[in-house]
């Protein structure tokens, strides 16, 4: 097999897994009422159980940074995801309290695992293109979690039981990425992980407030904008579940061509781009009038905060080419900081002032990463090494890329 098939197969096995995990999330969290009614879990408790997803997945993280100093991530990968959907199925086939608590630790461990391996392989698949990929991988997710958020709308409409609701998607999803795990690319044998070195953190560190700012934008997305529809600007029911939609499909959209973008203009310049449109977005939800101006700035806001987080991995992979799955993930932890802290910040500053004013936070946090664009590379630079090396394995338009 020639260098360039192994890469490609590579791209189309990654990107399957990462579309994988973007429907198993999202059948989780879009059925938390349902998963809170099925194990009679207290208003009051629920939060304890969403907590402790995010910060399980952040321990693993950090173990998965010292495991792939043994084995290759491919091997992480190849078993983490088989994990994550078997623990998503067990989170639908329990009868007890303790059922779901032990699913919901299992998944997240696992999940923690899953995406720190899965962009460790992106980044260094990325190095091995010569230019930027990691946009598609990230729309594969997104491309998933609108699958995952419909599937699970079908199940809630039908009232499907949970385990049934699940079972469909594991049963497809789990043989799938086995098959596809053996076609995964791990960076050349030769190039050992180093550590980050003396001063490593501290140039790493900009790159995890800029994950961590994103996710909060993010979450304050997924956890509050049907509320603010309904509540502050005075949507009906049905019309209040259509923002988050509306975001993943500009996610999806905004991430299916940011590639190119990267390739053209910089990854510091997307970055930039993408941040002042994310902000914009903030501004027109605080000061929207109605609903429908409302849906707009949501729109901005999948189309400005989706290129953030891929082209974040992507920096911490060229800033440390030697040790680039210990940056990757140290820098993955800050994906749970964003999510942990993101929901109950806005909620807080809604309940205490005004959901307008609490829209502004999340904005002015986004903007912090204008002061650190720097950080994704100058603006020379197309994938971040001055130049793009000829599109010898370039799969766009083969069929089998992502």
């Not at 059925?31 to 321990?59: C, E, K, N, W």
């Not at 729109?299 to 400005?304: F, M, S, V």
């Not at 987080?309 to 800033?319: H, K, N, S, Y």
């Amino acid at each position: 097999m020639t260098v360039d098939v192994r890469l490609r197969y590579g791209r189309g096995a990654l990107g399957f897994s990462f579309f994988a995990q973007g429907v198993a999330f999202a059948l989780l969290v879009t059925r938390i009422p349902a998963i809170q009614d099925r194990y009679g879990i207290s208003d009051g408790l629920l939060p304890a159980f969403l907590a402790a997803v995010p910060i399980l997945a952040g321990v693993s993280s950090v173990a998965t940074e010292h495991l792939v100093k043994r084995v290759a991530p491919s091997a992480v990968l190849r078993w983490a995801q088989p994990l994550v959907l078997l623990s998503l199925l067990g989170v639908g086939a329990g009868t007890q309290m303790w059922h779901v608590a032990v699913a919901l630790g299992a998944f997240g461990l696992s999940v923690g695992a899953l995406d720190a391996s899965m962009n460790m392989l992106g980044v260094s698949l990325q190095r091995a293109y010569g230019r930027s990929i990691m946009l598609g991988f990230h729309a594969a997710y997104s491309l998933g979690g609108i699958l995952g958020a419909s599937a699970a709308w079908a199940g809630a409409h039908w009232h499907l039981d949970l385990f049934v609701s699940y079972l469909p998607a594991v049963a497809v999803l789990l043989p799938l990425g086995l098959v596809g795990s053996r076609r995964y690319v791990d960076a050349p044998a030769e190039a050992h992980e180093k550590g980050l070195g003396a001063g490593g953190g501290k140039l790493l560190l900009p790159l995890c407030l800029v994950m961590a700012c994103a996710y909060i934008g993010d979450s304050t997305v997924a956890n509050w904008s049907a509320k603010y529809l309904q509540d502050v600007l005075g949507s009906s029911e049905q019309l209040a579940t259509v923002p988050y939609n509306v975001y993943m499909v500009t996610t999806l959209l905004g991430r299916a061509v940011g590639d190119l973008g990267v390739r053209r203009f910089g990854a510091a310049a997307v970055v930039r781009g993408g941040t002042l449109v994310a902000a914009s977005g903030f501004a027109v939800v605080a000061a929207a009038p109605g609903a429908w101006v409302g849906m707009l700035g949501f729109t901005l806001l999948g189309i400005g905060l989706c290129v953030i987080v891929p082209q974040t991995f992507a920096a911490a992979g060229r800033l440390f080419p030697g040790a680039s799955d210990t940056a990757i993930a140290r820098l993955n932890i800050f994906n749970y900081v964003g999510f942990l802290i993101g929901s109950p910040l806005v909620g807080g500053i809604g309940d205490a002032w005004s959901y307008r004013g609490a829209m502004l936070v999340p904005m002015v946090l986004v903007l912090i990463t204008l002061f650190h664009a720097r950080s994704f590379g100058s603006d020379r630079a197309r994938y971040g090494v001055g130049h793009e090396r000829p599109r010898v394995v370039d799969v766009g338009r083969g069929g089998n890329g992502v």
